[in-house]
Nanobody
């Protein structure tokens, strides 16, 4: 019943923009740290951006700082990733992630992943 449904991927030219959306259901969204990860062929999955519950504070990978922006809307159980000035090296499958820890157990959920391709 837990779902993280991603949308907004596709093909874009270098320098273009895309906006990814992740809609969550089946868990207490407002208590989870939410993030976007990506994985390119032959490479390990890496953190792109994360947004925390207290004050909605965000952190970014150095490679995307100044170009990407993560946001969340707790009322809509959604997070977003605005991607600007896209480069070919941004090409990857992007995954929505939910995480909660701090107690006896940790909880983590993943979306199915969506393809982002930056090519001319």
């Amino acid at each position: 019943q837990v779902q993280l449904v991603e949308s907004g991927g596709g093909v874009v030219q270098p320098g273009g923009s895309l906006r990814l959306t992740c809609v969550a259901s089946g868990f207490a969204f407002e208590y989870y740290i939410m993030g976007w990860y990506r994985q390119a062929p032959g490479k390990e999955r890496e953190l792109v951006a994360v947004i925390r519950v207290p004050g909605g504070r965000a952190n970014y990978a150095d490679s995307v700082k100044g170009r990407f922006a993560i946001s969340r809307d707790n009322g809509k159980n959604s997070i977003f990733l605005q991607m600007n000035s896209l480069k070919s090296e941004d090409t990857a499958v992007y995954y929505c992630n939910a995480f909660r820890g701090g107690g006896p157990n940790e909880y983590e959920y993943w979306g199915q992943g969506i393809q982002v391709t930056v090519s001319s």
